[in-house]
């Protein structure tokens, strides 16, 4: 699974957004023992830039963004055959005041 890759100068001037990119992918089991057996694995891959001054992001999968999540529990609420099946209820507020529910 390539990584992704998200360049700001790329989305800017391309519209591109996240992207998979890389080469040399390699997954490894590494020599860190998990608590419960077992060991961890790396990952290992090469990225060539195409900007230069440009901020890039790199993600193992694509972002699931807190407005997203807002957007999916609105819908469900608002669908008649699925709103039944849960009930939201505020938890508390985040660092940066969203609310938690």
Known sequence: MKPLIYSEKTALIKGVGWVREGGEICYYT???????????????????????Y?????????PYTYTRLQKYLRNLENDPARKHRFQRKFL????????LA
């Open 30 to 52: 590494n020599n860190m023992k998990r608590k419960f057996g077992g060991y961890y694995s790396s990952l290992s891959f090469t990225l060539r830039f195409e900007n230069d």
């Open 54 to 62: 440009d901020s890039v992001y790199v993600a193992h999968c694509y």
């Open 92 to 99: 508390c507020l985040t660092e940066s005041g969203n609310k």
